[in-house]
């Protein structure tokens, strides 16, 4: 967890959540961070069954501390719309300085979107082939594939 990010009475508050990419970067985030980001993603996801599951995947569904999206469990074909998501949705609410009930100028506010710009950062990185150990600033290690596939798609037609 980034201490810097959250208000002091939130030093001691834990991660509850992770966006994991494919190269195992991972944005990692208290459980109302983690839920608001996939929210904002969600917004920007026009698969309405993408989209619900995505919603689905926040802690007050799955349970606090359960949160996971993996990009790598998730169907080939949605992986470039979550990425495509993620990029547009950040740049919507940094420039509007508001989400929900979080807006510019509070301490709230300065560290979801902190941590939000590094999963931007990291999808970046991960794009131009720079090794995902270079920048992972939420995590100490590289989190391992789990093999699964989880999320809409992966059934077969028919």
Same mark, same amino acid.
């Given at each position: =967890?980034?201490?810097?990010?959250?208000?002091?009475? @939130?030093?001691?508050?834990?991660?509850?959540?992770?966006? $994991? #990419?494919?190269?195992?970067?991972?944005?990692?985030?208290?459980?109302? /961070?983690?839920?608001?980001?996939?929210?904002?993603?969600?917004?920007?996801?026009?698969?309405?069954?993408?989209?619900? @599951?995505? #919603?689905? *995947?926040? &802690?007050?569904? !799955?349970? =606090?501390? =359960?949160? &996971? !999206?993996?990009?790598?469990?998730?169907? %080939?074909?949605?992986?470039?719309?979550?990425?495509?998501?993620?990029?547009?949705?950040?740049? *919507?609410?940094? &420039?509007?300085?508001?989400?929900?009930?979080?807006?510019?100028?509070?301490?709230?506010?300065?560290?979801?979107?902190?941590?939000?710009?590094?999963?931007?950062?990291?999808?970046?990185?991960?794009?131009?082939?720079? /090794?995902?150990?270079?920048?992972?600033?939420?995590?100490?290690? #590289?989190?391992? %594939? &789990?093999?699964? *596939? $989880?999320?809409?798609? @992966?059934?077969?037609?028919?």
């Amino acid at each position: =967890m980034v201490d810097y990010c959250f208000p002091a009475i @939130w030093d001691n508050y834990r991660v509850g959540g992770f966006i $994991v #990419l494919e190269d195992g970067r991972a944005y990692a985030a208290a459980n109302w /961070a983690t839920d608001a980001t996939l929210r904002a993603i969600s917004r920007e996801v026009s698969d309405p069954v993408l989209r619900a @599951w995505l #919603l689905a *995947q926040q &802690s007050r569904q !799955v349970g =606090m501390g =359960m949160t &996971s !999206v993996d990009l790598r469990e998730i169907a %080939p074909h949605c992986r470039p719309v979550l990425r495509t998501a993620i990029r547009r949705v950040y740049e *919507q609410v940094a &420039s509007e300085g508001r989400f929900e009930n979080l807006h510019a100028g509070d301490g709230w506010w300065d560290g979801w979107l902190s941590l939000f710009h590094d999963l931007v950062e990291m999808l970046a990185r991960s794009a131009a082939g720079e /090794a995902a150990g270079s920048f992972n600033p939420h995590m100490r290690a #590289l989190i391992p %594939p &789990s093999g699964r *596939q $989880v999320g809409p798609g @992966w059934e077969s037609p028919g």
